[in-house]
Nanobody, 114 residues
Framework: QVQLVESGGGSVQAGGSLGLSCAAS?????MGWFRQAPGKEREEVAR???????YNSDSVKGRFTISRDNAKNTVYRQMNTLIPEDTAMYYC???????????WGQGTQVTVSS
């Protein structure tokens, strides 16, 4: 099993920035971020294999960045120019070379006010 602990969530005003981090109990091939807004399906925001990043949402490209420290088993996400539509529960996830959804963190709430 892999334990994932997210940190960095909170409330910010539109146009602000927020950084999230996720620490894993051991190294995994893939680490990434999902989010789920009230009444909506959970969607994958980004994932990383080693130094390769993949962004699944066009709305976050150019605003969100993801990085990974393999030595520390930690993935980071910097969110810039936040908008109210970014408000959601953000989940850290990890997996193998096939998928990035084998393990899940508890989640951290991100709220963007106008």
């Amino acid at each position: 099993q892999v334990q994932l602990v997210e940190s960095g969530g909170g409330s910010v005003q539109a146009g602000g920035s927020l950084g999230l981090s996720c620490a894993a109990s051991r190294w995994t091939t893939c680490m990434g971020w999902f989010r789920q807004a009230p009444g909506k399906e959970r969607e994958e925001v980004a994932r990383m294999w080693l130094s390769s990043a993949q962004y699944n949402s066009d709305s976050v490209k150019g605003r969100f960045t993801i990085s990974r420290d393999n030595a520390k088993n930690t993935v980071y996400r910097q969110m810039n120019t936040l908008i109210p539509e970014d408000t959601a529960m953000y989940y850290c996830a990890a997996g193998n070379s096939v998928g990035c959804n084998n393990y899940w963190g508890q989640g951290t709430q991100v709220t963007v006010s106008s």
